[in-house]
Nanobody, 122 residues
Framework: QEQLVESGGGLVQAGGSLRLSCAAS????????MAWFRQAPGKERKFVAG????????HYSDSVKGRFTISRDNAKNTVYLQMNSLKPEDAAVYLC???????????????WGQGTQVTVSS
């Protein structure tokens, strides 16, 4: 079965850093574009960062640009999100997602993980 499992979430003070990981299984990871989304309580899910499967091209939402970095290790079937200079507004459940193309991974991913909680205290 296709599966995405996130890890690395937790509690951090504002200005701190966290590194999230997403382990994929059950599909050809290297042929899929990957992305991170986040959803705060009572708010809609928002795109955070994405990375293509072919060239490693990345895209970030304006709110995290310059602070977050998405990367992938195809040998380990894992995508990462390095989060620096965290702000209270970054607090949310972070979800990993996968799609066959660069456009769909940012709008309607095929596969979703269950999410990992990130809490930022001030």
């Amino acid at each position: 079965q296709e599966q995405l499992v996130e890890s690395g979430g937790g509690l951090v003070q504002a200005g701190g850093s966290l590194r999230l990981s997403c382990a994929a299984s059950g599909f050809s990871f290297s042929a899929y574009a990957m992305a991170w989304f986040r959803q705060a309580p009572g708010k809609e899910r928002k795109f955070v960062a994405g990375i293509s499967w072919r060239t490693g091209v990345t895209h970030y939402s304006d709110s995290v640009k310059g602070r977050f970095t998405i990367s992938r290790d195809n040998a380990k079937n894992t995508v990462y999100l390095q989060m620096n200079s965290l702000k209270p507004e970054d607090a949310a459940v972070y979800l990993c997602a996968a799609s066959r193309n660069w456009v769909d991974v940012q709008t309607s991913p095929r596969y979703w993980g269950q999410g990992t909680q990130v809490t930022v205290s001030s």
